[in-house]
Nanobody, 127 residues
Framework: QEQLVESGGASVEVGGSLRLSCTTS????????MAWFRQAPGKEREGVAA????????YYADSVKGRFTISRDNAKNTLYLQMNSLKPEDTAMYYC????????????????????WGQGTQVAVSS
């Protein structure tokens, strides 16, 4: 059974930076793809960034390209999201997700394709 625990959320000013972490435990070798999603109040959950665990291919939503970087440290079983040049519209609860089916990140931002989720960490960006 996989467990995902996020951390690193905080309140920052516009233009600031944050690094989110997601520590995984359980059957980590079975993970094929990991991703960060976010959900703002009243909005649907949306994919932000994803990373394929084998060939390290990465995927980004257009809204965060050039500002966010996803990475994974296999030795520490930890997923990261480096967020720079933060904007008020980045305010949301951020969730870590893992997929154990398939061998790659096909449809990386399909919510239903991920079978493990963390509890979320809150990011607030104020102007």
């Amino acid at each position: 059974q996989e467990q995902l625990v996020e951390s690193g959320g905080a309140s920052v000013e516009v233009g600031g930076s944050l690094r989110l972490s997601c520590t995984t435990s359980g059957v980590t070798y079975s993970i094929s793809c990991m991703a960060w999603f976010r959900q703002a109040p009243g909005k649907e959950r949306e994919g932000v960034a994803a990373i394929q665990t084998t060939f390290r291919g990465t995927y980004y939503a257009d809204s965060v390209k050039g500002r966010f970087t996803i990475s994974r440290d296999n030795a520490k079983n930890t997923l990261y999201l480096q967020m720079n040049s933060l904007k008020p519209e980045d305010t949301a609860m951020y969730y870590c997700a893992a997929r154990t089916s398939g061998g790659y990140c096909g449809a990386p931002f399909s919510v239903n394709s991920y079978n493990y989720w963390g509890q979320g960490t809150q990011v607030a960006v104020s102007s």
